[in-house]
């Protein structure tokens, strides 16, 4: 009986082991799961809770390469840009725990935080050179936010920090762009991106930027063309569309050479997604009022609409960029400084918002613009450009 309960104890002791196994399992999460959470709490801009989450993977794997892209990218979201910097560091050797082949996020991050010009060009000729090792096969895709690592979108990576490095040395507050080097070292990187992504949009509007200022307009509206015709008659939620902010500078570009149906075009697409958005309605309103400006030039008309009817198009943008600005409590001062000087400009012409705009307009401000008189002008334009 003795040797039975012996048996007994062990068949228990080992039932209760398998228990307390399965317990342990349910109760803690595996590091891809944690890491899959993290990411959708990132994605929904929650980043209090991912954050918490990045610690957690890292409290259990110190050197987790995901687990320290995430949580840098959560630093930088919350405004702690030394955090961020030490944390996408730790991922570059010689550092203690860093991996061998390093992610070039972690350098594109660098270089969008350094404030050394020279510096932040080194990282990105870091990521370009992890990215151009990818695409030959040399090193291993290592991109841990999860985006699929295939050949059109490393392409599009080596671009996009070239384009970046093109940025720095046009930038007036460095040094770097009275450089005699300079345009020769812009058009070398835009040659380079295009070789990697032939007809990259945003090399092409850079390149059109860079045709601007030597004073080649012609070339530079080539570029435009080029880079507008690849998506222009995409449908507005079309995820092949280039991001927002990558078309409000195609709009800026467009106002450069005076080009204003496709300015319009453009902000058609982005106002179809975001009527909230501040710089659109400013561009728009900048827009008109070039418009107006030619239409008093030129006899009083543009596109058969009369300077006032134009002008009171720009007077509606403006006023209600100024209104969204004020409430979104929107961080560019430049731009609400600039929209109250073209108001104050259009006032000393007497042109008034429309009647409906300040009368009957719903909560953005823009609402009830059709059933005032001459407002359907604005609409007009758009759909005739």
């Known amino acids: 009986m003795g040797r039975t309960r012996t048996k007994s104890r062990k068949k228990a002791s080992v039932v209760s082991a398998k228990t307390s196994n399965i317990e342990e399992s349910k109760s803690e999460p595996t590091i891809a799961s944690l890491l899959e959470k993290a990411q959708s709490l990132l994605v929904e801009c929650d980043y209090d809770l991912a954050g918490r989450f990045s610690r957690r993977i890292l409290d259990r794997e110190p050197n987790n390469v995901q687990g320290k892209e995430l ?3 959560v630093q930088l979201e919350t405004g702690d840009l030394e955090g961020a910097k030490v944390t996408f560091e ?12 390093p992610p070039p996020s972690a350098h594109l991050y660098l270089a969008q935080l350094s404030d050394d010009p020279h510096e932040a060009l080194e990282h990105y000729q870091a990521a370009v050179d992890i990215f151009n090792g990818q695409l030959k096969g040399k090193e291993r895709a290592t991109d841990s936010l999860g985006t699929d690592n295939d050949e059109k979108e490393l392409r599009q990576s080596v671009a996009r920090a070239l384009i970046g490095m093109v940025e720095i040395w046009m930038d007036p507050s460095y040094d770097l762009c009275f450089d005699p080097a300079a345009e020769k070292n812009c058009e070398d990187l835009l040659n380079l991106a295009l070789q990697a992504d032939p007809g990259n949009t945003e090399a092409l509007q850079t390149l059109a930027s860079v045709r601007l200022s030597q004073q080649r307009p012609d070339d530079a509206k080539t570029c435009l063309e080029q880079a507008w015709s690849q998506w222009k008659d995409l449908e507005p939620d079309d995820t092949r569309l280039p991001p927002i902010p990558s078309r409000l500078s195609l709009v800026k570009l467009f106002l450069e050479l005076e080009l204003f149906s496709p300015a319009l075009l453009v902000l058609q697409g982005v106002m179809a997604i975001d009527d909230q958005e501040v710089e659109a309605w400013y561009l728009e309103g900048w827009c008109f009022f070039l418009m107006a400006e030619h239409a008093r030039e030129s006899g009083g008309k543009l596109d058969e609409l009369t300077w006032e009817e134009l002008a009171r198009d720009a007077r509606d943008c403006l006023e209600t960029c100024q209104m969204l600005h004020v409430s979104q409590e929107h961080p560019d001062k430049p731009l609400l400084d600039h929209t109250r000087e073209l108001i104050g400009k259009l ?4 042109i008034q918002p429309s009647p409906d705009d ?3 307009a719903g909560e953005d401000g823009w609402e009830d613009v059709d059933g005032s008189d001459g407002s359907e002008s604005g609409d007009e334009d758009v759909e005739m450009s």
Not at 90 to 101: E, F, Q, T, V
């Open 71 to 73: 949580l840098g990218v």
């Open 90 to 101: 730790s991922l570059l050797p010689p550092r203690a725990g860093a991996p061998l082949n």
């Open 347 to 350: 006032e000393a012409l007497g």
């Open 358 to 360: 300040t009368d009957n």
